[in-house]
Protein backbone atom coordinates (compact mmCIF):
# COMPACT_ATOMS: atom_id res chain seq x y z
CA UNK A 1 0.00 0.00 0.00
CA UNK A 2 1.83 3.45 -1.35
CA UNK A 3 1.17 5.98 -3.08
CA UNK A 4 -2.98 7.04 -3.34
CA UNK A 5 -4.33 5.84 -7.19
CA UNK A 6 -8.25 7.20 -6.90
CA UNK A 7 -9.04 9.90 -4.59
CA UNK A 8 -12.57 11.64 -3.89
CA UNK A 9 -12.74 15.34 -2.95
CA UNK A 10 -16.41 16.64 -1.98
CA UNK A 11 -17.69 14.24 -4.43
CA UNK A 12 -21.85 14.12 -4.30
CA UNK A 13 -24.53 12.16 -6.84
CA UNK A 14 -28.30 12.89 -7.46
CA UNK A 15 -30.64 10.94 -9.65
CA UNK A 16 -32.46 14.39 -9.88
CA UNK A 17 -33.21 15.90 -6.89
CA UNK A 18 -32.31 13.01 -5.11
CA UNK A 19 -29.01 13.25 -3.51
CA UNK A 20 -27.54 9.75 -2.85
CA UNK A 21 -24.15 10.51 -2.51
CA UNK A 22 -22.80 13.22 0.06
CA UNK A 23 -19.76 14.66 0.22
CA UNK A 24 -17.41 11.62 0.09
CA UNK A 25 -13.42 12.24 0.85
CA UNK A 26 -11.52 9.08 0.23
CA UNK A 27 -8.17 7.91 -0.64
CA UNK A 28 -7.63 4.74 -2.20
CA UNK A 29 -4.15 3.17 -1.98
CA UNK A 30 -2.13 1.94 -4.81
CA UNK A 31 -2.62 -2.45 -4.63
CA UNK A 32 -5.14 -2.01 -1.84
CA UNK A 33 -8.39 -4.20 -1.68
CA UNK A 34 -11.37 -1.76 -0.69
CA UNK A 35 -14.11 -3.04 0.82
CA UNK A 36 -17.39 -0.59 0.51
CA UNK A 37 -20.04 -1.38 2.82
CA UNK A 38 -23.67 -0.43 4.19
CA UNK A 39 -27.43 -1.13 4.20
CA UNK A 40 -29.11 -0.95 1.04
CA UNK A 41 -29.86 2.55 -0.42
CA UNK A 42 -26.59 4.12 1.48
CA UNK A 43 -25.31 4.88 -2.15
CA UNK A 44 -22.17 2.99 -1.91
CA UNK A 45 -23.12 1.45 -5.36
CA UNK A 46 -23.61 4.79 -7.09
CA UNK A 47 -20.26 6.09 -5.72
CA UNK A 48 -18.60 3.08 -7.36
CA UNK A 49 -20.59 3.75 -10.30
CA UNK A 50 -19.34 7.62 -10.36
CA UNK A 51 -15.41 6.51 -10.03
CA UNK A 52 -15.61 5.27 -13.58
CA UNK A 53 -18.25 7.84 -14.86
CA UNK A 54 -20.87 5.29 -15.05
CA UNK A 55 -22.97 7.06 -12.55
CA UNK A 56 -23.66 9.63 -15.16
CA UNK A 57 -25.19 7.34 -18.03
CA UNK A 58 -28.05 7.17 -15.80
CA UNK A 59 -31.12 9.65 -17.14
CA UNK A 60 -31.27 12.61 -14.46
CA UNK A 61 -28.28 11.28 -12.64
CA UNK A 62 -25.34 14.23 -11.96
CA UNK A 63 -22.59 14.86 -9.59
CA UNK A 64 -20.65 16.95 -8.13
CA UNK A 65 -17.21 17.30 -6.89
CA UNK A 66 -13.84 15.41 -8.53
CA UNK A 67 -13.08 11.55 -8.99
CA UNK A 68 -9.30 11.79 -9.04
CA UNK A 69 -7.66 8.66 -10.70
CA UNK A 70 -3.40 9.49 -10.09
CA UNK A 71 -4.20 12.74 -9.41
CA UNK A 72 -6.27 13.51 -12.74
CA UNK A 73 -10.04 14.15 -12.57
CA UNK A 74 -11.98 11.87 -14.28
CA UNK A 75 -14.42 14.18 -15.77
CA UNK A 76 -11.76 15.86 -17.59
CA UNK A 77 -10.61 12.60 -19.33
CA UNK A 78 -12.20 10.95 -22.36
CA UNK A 79 -14.73 8.52 -20.53
CA UNK A 80 -14.00 5.60 -22.47
CA UNK A 81 -10.20 6.19 -21.22
CA UNK A 82 -11.45 6.27 -17.98
CA UNK A 83 -13.15 2.48 -18.41
CA UNK A 84 -10.19 1.55 -20.20
CA UNK A 85 -8.26 2.42 -16.60
CA UNK A 86 -10.90 1.34 -14.35
CA UNK A 87 -12.73 -1.64 -15.10
CA UNK A 88 -16.15 -2.85 -13.60
CA UNK A 89 -17.35 -6.62 -12.47
CA UNK A 90 -20.97 -6.95 -12.02
CA UNK A 91 -23.66 -8.56 -9.19
CA UNK A 92 -24.43 -11.19 -11.88
CA UNK A 93 -21.65 -12.62 -14.38
CA UNK A 94 -22.63 -11.12 -17.54
CA UNK A 95 -20.40 -12.49 -20.78
CA UNK A 96 -21.65 -12.16 -23.84
CA UNK A 97 -23.75 -15.43 -24.23
CA UNK A 98 -23.19 -15.72 -27.99
CA UNK A 99 -19.29 -15.23 -28.07
CA UNK A 100 -16.82 -17.59 -27.25
CA UNK A 101 -14.54 -17.95 -24.11
CA UNK A 102 -11.45 -16.72 -26.08
CA UNK A 103 -13.85 -13.90 -27.81
CA UNK A 104 -15.27 -12.79 -24.72
CA UNK A 105 -11.82 -12.17 -22.79
CA UNK A 106 -10.75 -9.66 -26.01
CA UNK A 107 -14.29 -8.20 -26.18
CA UNK A 108 -13.33 -5.12 -24.77
CA UNK A 109 -10.76 -4.72 -27.75
CA UNK A 110 -13.23 -5.63 -29.99
CA UNK A 111 -15.78 -3.40 -28.93
CA UNK A 112 -13.18 -0.22 -28.97
CA UNK A 113 -11.96 -0.93 -32.48
CA UNK A 114 -8.29 -2.36 -31.44
CA UNK A 115 -7.29 -4.26 -34.03
CA UNK A 116 -4.09 -6.64 -32.40
CA UNK A 117 -2.24 -9.69 -34.45
CA UNK A 118 -3.23 -13.31 -33.45
CA UNK A 119 -0.53 -14.08 -31.51
CA UNK A 120 -1.38 -10.86 -28.98
CA UNK A 121 -4.68 -11.81 -28.79
CA UNK A 122 -3.55 -15.52 -28.15
CA UNK A 123 -1.16 -13.79 -25.71
CA UNK A 124 -3.82 -11.52 -23.82
CA UNK A 125 -6.50 -14.30 -23.48
CA UNK A 126 -3.82 -16.64 -21.82
CA UNK A 127 -2.37 -13.93 -19.76
CA UNK A 128 -6.30 -12.49 -18.88
CA UNK A 129 -7.63 -15.82 -17.80
CA UNK A 130 -4.11 -16.87 -16.17
CA UNK A 131 -4.39 -14.20 -13.81
CA UNK A 132 -8.21 -15.26 -12.76
CA UNK A 133 -7.03 -18.42 -12.45
CA UNK A 134 -9.04 -19.71 -15.33
CA UNK A 135 -6.83 -20.80 -17.46
CA UNK A 136 -6.28 -24.19 -16.72
CA UNK A 137 -9.47 -25.11 -16.76
CA UNK A 138 -10.68 -23.43 -19.99
CA UNK A 139 -7.67 -23.85 -22.41
CA UNK A 140 -8.79 -26.76 -23.94
CA UNK A 141 -12.41 -24.90 -24.80
CA UNK A 142 -11.47 -21.70 -25.64
CA UNK A 143 -14.07 -21.77 -28.45
CA UNK A 144 -16.68 -23.25 -26.25
CA UNK A 145 -19.17 -20.28 -25.30
CA UNK A 146 -19.02 -18.21 -21.92
CA UNK A 147 -22.23 -19.13 -21.25
CA UNK A 148 -21.52 -22.79 -21.13
CA UNK A 149 -19.14 -22.12 -18.04
CA UNK A 150 -20.47 -22.36 -14.17
CA UNK A 151 -21.92 -19.51 -12.44
CA UNK A 152 -17.64 -19.18 -10.67
CA UNK A 153 -16.40 -19.47 -13.81
CA UNK A 154 -18.51 -16.84 -15.73
CA UNK A 155 -17.37 -14.40 -12.86
CA UNK A 156 -13.99 -14.80 -13.36
CA UNK A 157 -14.04 -15.02 -16.99
CA UNK A 158 -15.94 -11.54 -16.48
CA UNK A 159 -13.17 -10.70 -14.02
CA UNK A 160 -10.55 -11.56 -17.14
CA UNK A 161 -12.47 -9.88 -19.86
CA UNK A 162 -11.60 -6.59 -17.42
CA UNK A 163 -8.42 -7.33 -16.62
CA UNK A 164 -7.49 -7.85 -20.13
CA UNK A 165 -7.68 -4.38 -20.96
CA UNK A 166 -4.90 -3.71 -18.47
CA UNK A 167 -6.88 -1.30 -16.26
CA UNK A 168 -5.44 -0.04 -12.75
CA UNK A 169 -8.03 -0.24 -11.19
CA UNK A 170 -11.25 -2.96 -10.85
CA UNK A 171 -14.63 -2.20 -9.22
CA UNK A 172 -16.64 -4.78 -8.21
CA UNK A 173 -20.44 -4.15 -7.46
CA UNK A 174 -21.42 -7.46 -5.16
CA UNK A 175 -19.26 -9.87 -7.54
CA UNK A 176 -20.13 -13.04 -5.79
CA UNK A 177 -23.21 -12.26 -4.33
CA UNK A 178 -24.62 -15.01 -7.07
CA UNK A 179 -22.17 -17.55 -6.52
CA UNK A 180 -22.58 -20.43 -4.57
CA UNK A 181 -19.89 -20.45 -1.77
CA UNK A 182 -17.24 -23.13 -3.29
CA UNK A 183 -17.03 -20.09 -6.30
CA UNK A 184 -17.30 -17.32 -3.97
CA UNK A 185 -14.48 -18.70 -2.09
CA UNK A 186 -12.25 -18.97 -5.64
CA UNK A 187 -13.51 -15.39 -6.19
CA UNK A 188 -12.15 -14.60 -2.88
CA UNK A 189 -9.04 -16.35 -3.48
CA UNK A 190 -8.69 -14.17 -6.54
CA UNK A 191 -8.92 -10.46 -5.07
CA UNK A 192 -5.83 -11.83 -2.63
CA UNK A 193 -3.75 -12.16 -6.31
CA UNK A 194 -5.22 -9.66 -7.97
CA UNK A 195 -4.30 -7.05 -5.80
CA UNK A 196 -0.73 -7.92 -6.26
CA UNK A 197 -1.03 -6.00 -10.36
CA UNK A 198 -4.18 -3.93 -9.59
CA UNK A 199 -6.39 -1.73 -6.88
CA UNK A 200 -9.65 -3.57 -6.37
CA UNK A 201 -12.75 -1.44 -4.63
CA UNK A 202 -15.63 -4.30 -4.16
CA UNK A 203 -19.10 -3.24 -3.00
CA UNK A 204 -20.49 -6.06 -1.04
CA UNK A 205 -23.24 -6.54 1.88
CA UNK A 206 -21.52 -9.91 2.98
CA UNK A 207 -19.72 -8.41 5.85
CA UNK A 208 -17.50 -11.25 6.62
CA UNK A 209 -16.40 -10.93 2.97
CA UNK A 210 -14.75 -7.51 3.27
CA UNK A 211 -13.31 -8.38 6.54
CA UNK A 212 -11.84 -11.57 4.65
CA UNK A 213 -10.37 -10.05 1.76
CA UNK A 214 -9.84 -6.04 1.86
CA UNK A 215 -7.20 -4.27 3.88
CA UNK A 216 -9.49 -0.68 4.34
CA UNK A 217 -13.22 -0.76 4.67
CA UNK A 218 -15.33 1.56 3.97
CA UNK A 219 -18.73 2.32 5.97
CA UNK A 220 -21.83 4.28 4.13
CA UNK A 221 -24.58 5.16 5.67
CA UNK A 222 -27.92 7.64 4.41
CA UNK A 223 -25.18 8.68 1.12
CA UNK A 224 -22.32 9.44 3.89
CA UNK A 225 -18.92 8.02 4.44
CA UNK A 226 -19.23 7.41 8.13
CA UNK A 227 -16.15 5.21 8.62
CA UNK A 228 -13.11 4.61 6.34
CA UNK A 229 -10.33 2.49 8.19
CA UNK A 230 -7.57 -0.35 8.00
CA UNK A 231 -10.28 -3.54 8.26
CA UNK A 232 -8.87 -5.10 11.21
CA UNK A 233 -9.68 -1.66 12.99
CA UNK A 234 -12.83 -1.51 11.48
CA UNK A 235 -13.91 -4.78 12.47
CA UNK A 236 -12.37 -5.21 16.47
CA UNK A 237 -13.49 -1.27 17.34
CA UNK A 238 -14.96 0.86 15.00
CA UNK A 239 -14.64 4.40 15.47
CA UNK A 240 -18.12 5.44 14.86
CA UNK A 241 -21.05 3.26 16.51
CA UNK A 242 -22.83 3.87 13.43
CA UNK A 243 -20.69 1.11 12.10
CA UNK A 244 -20.12 -0.84 15.01
CA UNK A 245 -24.28 -0.84 15.09
CA UNK A 246 -24.08 -2.20 11.37
CA UNK A 247 -21.33 -4.57 11.54
CA UNK A 248 -22.90 -6.24 14.50
CA UNK A 249 -26.55 -6.42 13.57
CA UNK A 250 -28.04 -3.80 15.89
CA UNK A 251 -28.96 -1.44 13.17
CA UNK A 252 -32.05 0.16 13.28
CA UNK B 1 -32.45 -8.19 20.24
CA UNK B 2 -30.89 -10.23 17.41
CA UNK B 3 -29.95 -13.94 18.24
CA UNK B 4 -26.35 -13.04 18.54
CA UNK B 5 -27.37 -10.47 21.25
CA UNK B 6 -29.68 -13.40 22.33
CA UNK B 7 -26.69 -15.80 22.94
CA UNK B 8 -24.27 -13.08 24.04
CA UNK B 9 -26.99 -12.29 27.29
CA UNK B 10 -27.17 -15.78 27.63
CA UNK B 11 -23.38 -15.84 27.60
CA UNK B 12 -23.02 -13.55 30.32
CA UNK B 13 -25.76 -14.66 32.59
CA UNK B 14 -23.62 -17.28 32.91
CA UNK B 15 -20.39 -15.91 32.92
CA UNK B 16 -21.72 -14.01 36.55
CA UNK B 17 -23.49 -18.02 37.40
CA UNK B 18 -19.51 -19.19 37.46
CA UNK B 19 -18.33 -16.07 39.33
CA UNK B 20 -21.41 -16.19 42.08
CA UNK B 21 -19.98 -20.02 42.49
CA UNK B 22 -16.57 -19.20 42.46
CA UNK B 23 -16.66 -16.17 44.93
CA UNK B 24 -19.01 -18.59 47.25
CA UNK B 25 -15.89 -21.10 46.68
CA UNK B 26 -13.53 -18.56 48.59
CA UNK B 27 -15.89 -17.26 50.89
CA UNK B 28 -16.30 -20.87 52.37
CA UNK B 29 -12.23 -21.32 51.98
CA UNK B 30 -12.12 -18.71 54.14
CA UNK B 31 -14.70 -20.19 56.90
CA UNK B 32 -13.33 -23.49 56.82
CA UNK B 33 -10.12 -22.18 57.41
CA UNK B 34 -11.01 -19.53 60.15
CA UNK B 35 -13.07 -22.20 62.19
CA UNK B 36 -11.05 -25.09 60.83
CA UNK B 37 -13.75 -26.64 59.06
CA UNK B 38 -12.85 -29.37 57.34
CA UNK B 39 -16.47 -30.51 56.37
CA UNK B 40 -16.78 -27.30 54.79
CA UNK B 41 -13.15 -27.60 53.25
CA UNK B 42 -14.30 -31.35 51.60
CA UNK B 43 -17.64 -29.74 50.34
CA UNK B 44 -15.45 -27.22 48.72
CA UNK B 45 -13.26 -29.70 46.95
CA UNK B 46 -16.27 -31.34 45.89
CA UNK B 47 -17.87 -28.30 44.21
CA UNK B 48 -14.71 -27.68 42.18
CA UNK B 49 -16.14 -29.71 39.72
CA UNK B 50 -18.97 -27.57 39.08
CA UNK B 51 -16.51 -24.86 38.67
CA UNK B 52 -14.54 -26.84 36.14
CA UNK B 53 -18.10 -27.91 34.53
CA UNK B 54 -18.78 -24.46 33.87
CA UNK B 55 -14.98 -23.29 32.38
CA UNK B 56 -16.16 -26.08 29.58
CA UNK B 57 -19.44 -24.90 29.11
CA UNK B 58 -18.91 -21.60 28.49
CA UNK B 59 -15.44 -22.39 26.24
CA UNK B 60 -17.96 -24.67 24.90
CA UNK B 61 -20.65 -21.80 24.14
CA UNK B 62 -17.87 -19.16 22.93
CA UNK B 63 -17.09 -21.77 20.40
CA UNK B 64 -20.22 -22.32 18.96
CA UNK B 65 -20.71 -18.18 18.57
CA UNK B 66 -17.53 -17.85 17.05
CA UNK B 67 -18.46 -20.88 14.73
CA UNK B 68 -22.06 -19.45 13.79
CA UNK B 69 -22.46 -16.08 14.52
CA UNK B 70 -18.62 -14.80 13.53
CA UNK B 71 -19.07 -12.26 16.22
CA UNK B 72 -17.18 -8.42 15.69
CA UNK B 73 -16.68 -5.53 16.85
CA UNK B 74 -17.32 -5.18 20.50
CA UNK B 75 -19.18 -8.64 20.37
CA UNK B 76 -15.70 -10.24 19.35
CA UNK B 77 -14.02 -8.24 22.08
CA UNK B 78 -16.90 -9.46 24.99
CA UNK B 79 -16.45 -13.54 23.91
CA UNK B 80 -12.62 -12.85 23.96
CA UNK B 81 -12.53 -11.46 27.28
CA UNK B 82 -15.05 -14.30 28.35
CA UNK B 83 -12.72 -16.95 27.57
CA UNK B 84 -9.79 -15.04 29.08
CA UNK B 85 -12.17 -14.01 32.69
CA UNK B 86 -13.51 -17.83 32.32
CA UNK B 87 -10.18 -19.11 32.75
CA UNK B 88 -9.06 -16.86 35.41
CA UNK B 89 -12.34 -17.77 37.31
CA UNK B 90 -11.54 -21.70 36.91
CA UNK B 91 -7.81 -20.64 38.58
CA UNK B 92 -9.38 -18.77 41.27
CA UNK B 93 -11.86 -22.02 42.04
CA UNK B 94 -8.68 -23.71 42.05
CA UNK B 95 -7.07 -21.96 44.54
CA UNK B 96 -10.00 -22.21 46.76
CA UNK B 97 -9.33 -26.17 46.44
CA UNK B 98 -5.99 -25.48 47.05
CA UNK B 99 -6.24 -24.02 50.80
CA UNK B 100 -9.27 -26.45 51.87
CA UNK B 101 -7.26 -29.29 50.49
CA UNK B 102 -4.22 -27.55 53.16
CA UNK B 103 -7.01 -27.69 55.70
CA UNK B 104 -8.16 -31.69 55.21
CA UNK B 105 -4.25 -32.37 54.81
CA UNK B 106 -3.45 -30.91 58.64
CA UNK B 107 -2.78 -32.68 61.32
CA UNK B 108 -3.85 -30.30 63.80
CA UNK B 109 -5.72 -26.80 64.01
CA UNK B 110 -3.95 -24.15 62.59
CA UNK B 111 -2.71 -21.80 65.08
CA UNK B 112 -5.66 -18.29 64.73
CA UNK B 113 -3.11 -16.32 65.87
CA UNK B 114 -1.02 -16.35 62.96
CA UNK B 115 -3.69 -15.26 60.57
CA UNK B 116 -3.81 -12.22 62.32
CA UNK B 117 -0.22 -11.50 62.62
CA UNK B 118 0.56 -12.44 59.03
CA UNK B 119 -2.36 -9.93 58.09
CA UNK B 120 -3.56 -13.00 56.49
CA UNK B 121 -7.18 -12.55 57.35
CA UNK B 122 -7.69 -9.17 55.87
CA UNK B 123 -5.69 -10.26 52.69
CA UNK B 124 -8.44 -13.05 52.68
CA UNK B 125 -11.00 -10.53 53.15
CA UNK B 126 -9.47 -7.98 50.74
CA UNK B 127 -9.41 -11.13 47.94
CA UNK B 128 -12.89 -11.88 48.13
CA UNK B 129 -13.85 -8.18 47.87
CA UNK B 130 -12.06 -7.54 45.10
CA UNK B 131 -13.35 -10.40 43.25
CA UNK B 132 -16.80 -9.33 44.04
CA UNK B 133 -15.99 -6.19 42.45
CA UNK B 134 -14.41 -7.20 39.64
CA UNK B 135 -17.91 -9.02 38.62
CA UNK B 136 -19.78 -5.91 39.16
CA UNK B 137 -17.21 -3.94 36.84
CA UNK B 138 -18.43 -6.40 34.57
CA UNK B 139 -22.11 -6.63 35.57
CA UNK B 140 -22.29 -3.21 35.19
CA UNK B 141 -19.81 -2.57 32.60
CA UNK B 142 -18.25 -0.27 34.54
CA UNK B 143 -14.43 0.43 33.83
CA UNK B 144 -13.67 2.89 36.74
CA UNK B 145 -14.88 -0.12 39.29
CA UNK B 146 -12.45 -2.30 36.95
CA UNK B 147 -9.61 0.53 37.69
CA UNK B 148 -9.76 0.74 40.85
CA UNK B 149 -8.65 -3.06 40.71
CA UNK B 150 -5.58 -2.42 39.88
CA UNK B 151 -4.52 -0.57 42.88
CA UNK B 152 -6.34 -2.95 45.62
CA UNK B 153 -4.76 -5.63 44.35
CA UNK B 154 -0.75 -3.81 45.24
CA UNK B 155 -2.60 -4.00 48.57
CA UNK B 156 -2.12 -8.06 48.41
CA UNK B 157 0.89 -7.76 46.66
CA UNK B 158 2.72 -5.78 49.58
CA UNK B 159 1.03 -8.37 52.49
CA UNK B 160 2.63 -10.93 50.24
CA UNK B 161 5.92 -9.57 50.14
CA UNK B 162 5.77 -9.21 53.55
CA UNK B 163 4.91 -12.23 54.36
CA UNK B 164 8.51 -13.97 54.82
CA UNK B 165 9.37 -11.49 57.41
CA UNK B 166 6.49 -12.07 59.34
CA UNK B 167 5.97 -15.99 59.01
CA UNK B 168 9.71 -15.80 60.04
CA UNK B 169 8.98 -13.77 63.28
CA UNK B 170 6.26 -16.76 64.29
CA UNK B 171 8.37 -18.95 63.90
CA UNK B 172 11.60 -17.33 65.85
CA UNK B 173 9.33 -16.60 68.66
CA UNK B 174 7.66 -20.38 68.62
CA UNK B 175 9.08 -23.03 67.05
CA UNK B 176 5.97 -25.13 67.36
CA UNK B 177 4.38 -22.91 64.43
CA UNK B 178 6.36 -24.18 62.18
CA UNK B 179 3.94 -26.33 60.19
CA UNK B 180 1.00 -23.60 60.55
CA UNK B 181 3.00 -20.96 59.40
CA UNK B 182 4.18 -22.96 56.69
CA UNK B 183 0.89 -23.80 55.63
CA UNK B 184 -0.20 -20.15 55.85
CA UNK B 185 2.72 -18.61 53.67
CA UNK B 186 1.74 -21.28 51.49
CA UNK B 187 -2.33 -19.73 51.58
CA UNK B 188 -1.03 -15.91 51.45
CA UNK B 189 1.00 -17.11 48.32
CA UNK B 190 -2.25 -18.43 46.62
CA UNK B 191 -4.57 -15.24 48.04
CA UNK B 192 -1.58 -13.04 46.15
CA UNK B 193 -2.41 -15.18 42.79
CA UNK B 194 -6.37 -14.10 43.62
CA UNK B 195 -5.69 -10.89 43.08
CA UNK B 196 -3.53 -11.23 40.07
CA UNK B 197 -6.28 -13.35 38.51
CA UNK B 198 -8.45 -10.48 39.47
CA UNK B 199 -6.48 -7.67 38.01
CA UNK B 200 -6.59 -9.48 34.75
CA UNK B 201 -10.17 -10.12 34.59
CA UNK B 202 -10.67 -6.23 35.01
CA UNK B 203 -7.91 -5.76 32.07
CA UNK B 204 -10.00 -7.71 30.30
CA UNK B 205 -13.23 -5.82 31.35
CA UNK B 206 -11.68 -2.78 29.79
CA UNK B 207 -10.50 -4.30 27.12
CA UNK B 208 -14.40 -5.55 26.14
CA UNK B 209 -16.03 -2.13 26.81
CA UNK B 210 -13.09 0.54 25.94
CA UNK B 211 -10.98 -1.84 23.64
CA UNK B 212 -7.84 -0.75 25.14
CA UNK B 213 -5.39 -3.36 26.38
CA UNK B 214 -3.30 -2.92 29.25
CA UNK B 215 -2.08 -6.27 29.63
CA UNK B 216 1.90 -5.74 30.48
CA UNK B 217 1.20 -2.09 31.03
CA UNK B 218 3.65 -1.24 33.98
CA UNK B 219 1.72 1.68 34.56
CA UNK B 220 -1.68 0.33 34.71
CA UNK B 221 -1.77 0.83 38.44
CA UNK B 222 -1.23 4.53 38.20
CA UNK B 223 -4.20 4.68 35.15
CA UNK B 224 -7.08 5.35 37.42
Not at chain 1, 38 to 65: D, Q, V, W, Y
Not at chain 1, 221 to 248: C, H, S, W
Request: net charge negative; charged share 25%.
Amino acid sequence: MESTIVKSVDYNAYFGDNHVVKNVNIEIPRNCVVAVMGPSGCGKTTFLRGINRMHELIPGATAKGKIMLNGEDVMEMHPIFVRLKIGMVFQRPNPFPNLSIYDNVIAGYKLNGIKLPKAEKDKIVELSLTRVALWNEVKDSLNKKGSFLSGGQQQRLCIARAVAMEPEVLLFDEPTSALDPISTSTVEELFHELKKNYTLIIVTHNMQQAARVSDKTAFFYVGELVEYDDTKQMFTNPADIRTQNYITGRFS
Amino acid sequence: MTQLENEIQAVKVEVVSMWNLVESQLQKSRTALLHFDRDLAREVVLKEKRVNAFELKLDRDCEDIFALYCPVAIDLRFLLAVLKINNNLERIGDIAEGICKYIIEAVNDFDQSLFTKTDMTRMFDDSIKILADTRIAFEKEDTILARSIFKRDEVLDNINTNAMARVSECIKADMNVVEDALYILSIIRKLERVGDQSKNIAEEIIFYIEAKVLKHNQDVGTKI
